[in-house]
């Protein structure tokens, strides 16, 4: 018969390893499992459509296409593209960007008459270049200088206040899939064709994305210096990488016959 202190020990474990189990789940699931891209189960035929119709701005790539939601003040959806729009170049992805102006709060606004003008100016004309020169400004000196004062113009008002129904009627389609929407707002179909939503405010999430993608992790040279650190890691010159292979034949090998230049 079991004596006294191995049935505490067993009554211990009882209570103990679910708590250790659960809370190794929950370390987990916080730090990992939440920051997964949600696909979505209700209203697809009704989000995609809104996104046939919205007037994004891209390069206008052939390959897959990834929709980044963002606005001008968002910390996070300026990191997004500088870091992560260059993988997705290199896997000639369709980076499709929708700025929208933020609404009014308490009777006070949180976008700028540039801001608003030059949204404006985007859903009207659609041009990629004139986005990046955007992007790549700061507030204090972009100016909107030669663009139409949307608030003066009764169209263009109607083309930003466009921006903001759009958000409104997104985050309607999106509440019944348990999307609690943070920026960048990132959506895209998967290898299996499943629409795809990840609330991008956590960099956590981004790798999840690239994965849908085939992207690289890294581009440029940042990805040319992890390939030589790792092959100098082995012992082999990082002037030997692939790619780098010198044509010249041995000393030793016969010289390679003539080809001729038709094929």
Known sequence: MLNRKVILWLMALVVIVPILVGAAYWLVWDHFFKYQPV??????????????????????????????????????????EEQEFPKYDAVNADTRVIPFALGDQNGLPRST???????????ITRKWDFYQAWFASSDSNWK?????????????TAVVGASRSFI?????????????????????????????????SEQVG?????????????????????????????GISSS?????????????????????ANP
Request: glycine share 4%; charged share 15%; aromatic share 8%.
């Open 240 to 260: 030997a990488k692939p790619g780098s292979e010198s044509t010249a034949a041995p000393a030793d090998s016969p010289a390679p016959a003539p080809t001729s």
């Open 144 to 156: 909107a200088d030669g663009l139409v004062v949307a608030d003066n113009d009764m169209a263009r």
């Open 39 to 80: 696909t979505i189960k209700t209203n697809q035929a009704e989000i995609q459509k809104l996104l046939d119709q919205v007037d994004y701005v891209s390069p206008g790539r052939g390959g897959q296409p990834i929709y980044v939601i963002t606005y001008r003040s968002c910390q996070q959806c300026r990191a997004f």
């Open 168 to 200: 409104a009627q997104l985050d309607a389609l999106l509440v019944p899939n348990n999307i609690h929407v943070s920026y960048p707002l990132v959506i895209w179909h998967d290898q299996y064709n499943r629409l795809k939503v990840c609330s991008c």
């Open 206 to 234: 981004w790798a999840f994305v690239r994965s849908d993608f085939n992207a690289p992790a890294i581009t440029g040279p940042q990805a040319d210096s992890a390939l030589s650190q790792m092959l100098s890691a082995v």
């Open 113 to 123: 008459v540039a801001e608003r003008s030059t949204i404006a100016e985007l859903w």
